[in-house]
């Protein structure tokens, strides 16, 4: 089993080869729990791409709030199912808790502030938007 997984999971073969637009020298290595940081960037659809991803990644999403994160995985899930011709099923998830240090992009701010700088109709930016995903 370890063979198969090792040959078909997309976040073993990004950390040792990259995988499309993702180089093997971008992801996080060496640090505790980067296996998860790591599986976020290198699962992705090119043909469905994201609010946050476009078709050659996938994205890292973090949320303030837990009722949000709930939301927007219960829609991407049920959207999934229905695709999939069925909407049973039982998952387990896990609540993660990071920190970071550095300088990073605001995206409440370009919610309330977008419109000076012309970014208006980002509905992308809110998980709980009419049409965000």
Sequence with gaps: MAEIEEATSARLNAEERGRGGLPAGELVHGVPHARFINASFARWKPQ???SFNGTDRGAWSAVLATEICIAEV?????QALAEAGGLQCCIDYAKLFASMAGEFL????ICTTGAEAGLTGWAGLDPLAQGAH
């Design 48 to 50: 469905a791409p994201k």
């Design 74 to 78: 219960g829609f991407h899930l049920t």
């Design 106 to 109: 605001d995206l409440l701010e």
